[in-house]
């Protein structure tokens, strides 16, 4: 569902990242097992959210977060992020880097864009797959999202579906050999 070549983000982009998972005995929060953790990347257009990028990464470290950012956001773009000491090395790379600190959660919220997407996200996957996801598969859940969300005004569905025979089209078929496994245990 992702269009090879796409556009990355531009502008005023709010990143940040969330837990996929279910509840599991052991250590909560960033590096918890049997959990997954997504970078979110929104832009804000001011009167609404633009497009998103979403993408599993391996660790909130700073290498990993600012790796993943150059692919999902043009250079030169402003950076929203929380207090998060990952997000430091941005404005060395080329980003305008906004570093927000909430100090007072529950009056206010800080990045409330992504923790939108991020409660979007976690409803549809329990709306649609029923909490019941295979975390190899998850890229291919946030592609699905990604797709639906930054078309979730259009008009036309008949163009959703030709966009999507296209996109279809442009990239490599995958064989049946790889279909089987990646969905064994």
Same mark, same amino acid.
């Given at each position: 569902? @992702? ?11 709010? @990143?940040?990242? &969330? ?9 909560? %929060?960033?590096?918890?097992? %049997?959990? #997954? ?6 832009? =804000? &257009?001011? $009167? ?7 993408? #599993?990464? $391996?660790?909130?470290? %700073?290498?990993?977060?600012?790796? *993943? ?31 927000? #600190?909430?100090?007072? @959660?529950?009056?206010? =919220? !800080? ?6 997407? !991020? $409660? ?7 709306? *649609?797959?029923?909490? !019941? ?19 979730? *005004?259009?008009?036309?569905? %008949? ?8 996109? !279809? ?11 089987? *496994?990646?969905?064994?245990?």
């Amino acid at each position: 569902m @992702v269009r090879p070549g796409r556009d990355k983000l531009s502008g005023l982009v709010e @990143v940040n990242e &969330t837990i996929i998972g279910g509840e599991h005995i052991g250590k909560r %929060g960033r590096g918890a097992e %049997g959990k #997954t953790l997504v970078l979110i990347a929104a832009e =804000d &257009t001011g $009167s609404s959210i633009g497009r998103i990028r979403l993408s #599993t990464i $391996s660790d909130a470290s %700073g290498d990993v977060l600012t790796n *993943t950012i150059q692919q999902m956001v043009s250079i030169g773009s402003t950076i929203r992020t929380d207090g998060w000491s990952g997000y430091s090395g941005l404005s060395h790379n080329g980003y305008t880097h906004l570093p927000i #600190t909430n100090n007072n @959660v529950k009056e206010s =919220d !800080a990045i409330q864009i992504v923790h939108r997407i !991020a $409660s979007l996200l976690k409803r549809w996957l329990v709306g *649609t797959h029923h909490g !019941a996801i295979n975390h190899k598969n998850l890229p291919y859940y946030l592609d699905e999202f990604t797709f639906r969300f930054n078309r979730r *005004t259009s008009t036309s569905r %008949g163009k959703l579906f030709y966009r999507l025979i296209q996109q !279809a089209l442009e990239i490599d078929p995958v064989p049946a050999k790889m279909l089987n *496994t990646t969905y064994s245990s």
